[in-house]
């Protein structure tokens, strides 16, 4: 039997609720939540859609880790047949195991994280080469699947409400880098403001937890770069 406690109730009534549950080969920790919910307690809360590491909507605290659970094989995080599981790190919690969302996408809308088009809908797309630069390094980032896991890792998310995360960052950075995104000022004025790239604390935990090895400690860096050099071409030009 894995021994599994499992973080209940709403933001700020809290509890921590313990289950005994049988132990399978090659089960995940997605596995054993979702057996908690149907042969323990159909009250327990929590969030899943594709159960194959593509919606990321899985992801929760496992043994102090952010980590997709779909993903997670006990038999990787379980210690001494212990886990502990809780809702993601720095975002509200609605009830157990679910999280509120809104506050990380807002600060997608915050750093400009969307693209602003220079063609419209009847025009022909903007031709790009594979060996393009620019796409090259936009590309490092277009893999991110909006899971959170790198917001919860970042303790200075945690520290500074205000800033961006590196979600965010990253995806204000691959659209930078896009020949497609007609408004590259606005994104530069967006990521240099206050909660911008230069809260970054270069820590290196949003690098080190992401599911699918994306690195936005790069992309915050580049944004960093940009940020100077723009405020440097307008001291020049005033």
Not at 17 to 37: C, G, H, M
Not at 209 to 217: D, H, R, T
Request: hydrophobic fraction near 35%.
């Amino acid at each position: 039997m894995l021994q599994v406690t499992v973080q209940r109730g709403e933001a700020g009534k809290t509890r921590m609720q313990r289950f005994d549950v049988p132990a399978r080969e090659n089960q995940t920790v997605l596995d054993v939540v979702s057996w908690i919910q149907q042969e323990a307690d159909p009250t327990l809360s929590y969030r899943f859609a594709c159960r194959v590491g593509m919606c990321g909507s899985c992801a929760m605290m496992v043994n102090g880790v952010p980590r997709w659970t779909c993903r997670t094989h006990v038999s990787r995080v379980a210690n001494d047949g212990r886990l502990d599981i809780a809702p993601l790190r720095n975002l509200p919690v609605i009830k157990d195991l679910a999280t509120d969302m809104d506050p990380f996408f807002d600060k997608w809308v915050a750093a400009e994280a969307r693209h602003h088009p220079t063609r419209g809908r009847l025009e022909e797309f903007d031709p790009i080469t594979p060996d393009n630069p620019e796409r090259a390094e936009a590309n490092l980032g277009i893999e991110c699947i909006n899971c959170g896991i790198c917001y919860a890792a970042c303790d200075t998310v945690a520290g500074n409400p205000d800033y961006l995360g590196p979600a965010a960052l990253q995806r204000a950075w691959t659209l930078l880098n896009d020949s497609r995104d007609a408004d590259r000022p606005t994104i530069l004025a967006a990521v240099s403001g206050k909660g911008g790239c230069h809260n970054c604390h270069s820590m290196g935990s949003c690098a080190q937890y992401c599911p699918n090895e994306l690195n936005p400690m790069r992309a915050i860096a580049g944004l960093k770069r940009e940020t100077v050099k723009a405020a440097m071409r307008g001291k020049r030009d005033a």
